[in-house]
T-cell receptor, first 112, second 110 residues
Framework: DVKVTQSSRYLVKRTGEKVFLECVQD?????MFWYRQDPGLGLRLIYF???????EKGDIPEGYSVSREKKERFSLILESASTNQTSMYLC???????????FGSGTQLSVL | DQQVKQNSPSLSVQEGRISILNCDYT??????FLWYKKYPAEGPTFLIS?????DKNEDGRFTVFLNKSAKHLSLHIVPSQPGDSAVYFC?????????FGAGTRLTVKP
């Protein structure tokens, strides 16, 4: 089975801090994704990557950036954290884009 | 705009009975639909899917029904078990674009 590992389960940061969320997958998947999950809104796509050094904006990229220097690793960066970025962040990967996703356990980020 | 809607935030069912989770969508270009299950403190896991060329797909206790004319899909769990208690997300795909509903929290009471 695919394992998608997110480096932190819980994070508490202050407004204005730069925040790094790390994600690693072990099944050689080309495609990796960052979602955020908010009550009543479901999962919304922030960014995705279909290859090393390639990235595409999702529905809500504002305030975020990503980095994919190696195939197995996809990082989400909050350049200057704000309180409205308090959320559950989920990383996912897939073998084929548009097919089923394999998710990590999530990072609950609180920005104070 | 929410193209995929799960209008019931929660559902409570007795063990052994049928659970029916519903999902409506607005985009007729969606061609593939998936259900994910999410336990607390875990990421969503894939449960079952259906292509738009079918109207039913079954996997053990789980069956997904698709009604394209009504733009509606449903997930049936028979019989429901306490271990099925989780949040269920439906998702729909158009080309490479995957859209998720807000989720329905299912509670199966012993």
């Amino acid at each position: 089975d695919v394992k998608v590992t997110q480096s932190s389960r819980y994070l508490v940061k202050r407004t204005g801090e730069k925040v790094f969320l790390e994600c690693v997958q072990d099944m050689d998947h080309e495609n990796m994704f960052w979602y955020r999950q908010d009550p009543g809104l479901g999962l919304r796509l922030i960014y995705f990557s279909y290859d090393v050094k390639m990235k595409e904006k999702g529905d809500i990229p504002e305030g975020y950036s990503v980095s994919r220097e190696k195939k197995e690793r996809f990082s989400l960066i909050l350049e200057s954290a704000s309180t409205n970025q308090t959320s559950m962040y989920l990383c996912a990967s897939s073998l084929v884009i548009g097919e089923k996703l394999f998710f990590g356990s999530g990072t609950q980020l609180s920005v104070l | 705009d929410q193209q995929v809607k799960q209008n019931s935030p929660s559902l409570s069912v007795q063990e052994g009975r049928i659970s029916i989770l519903n999902c409506d969508y607005t985009n007729s270009m969606f061609d593939y639909f998936l259900w994910y299950k999410k336990y607390p403190a875990e990421g969503p896991t894939f449960l079952i899917s259906i292509s738009s060329i079918k109207d039913k797909n079954e996997d053990g206790r789980f069956t997904v029904f698709l009604n394209k004319s009504a733009k509606h899909l449903s997930l049936h769990i028979v019989p429901s078990q306490p271990g099925d208690s989780a949040v269920y997300f439906c998702a729909a795909r158009n080309n490479n674009d995957m859209r998720f509903g807000a989720g329905t929290r299912l509670t199966v009471k012993p």
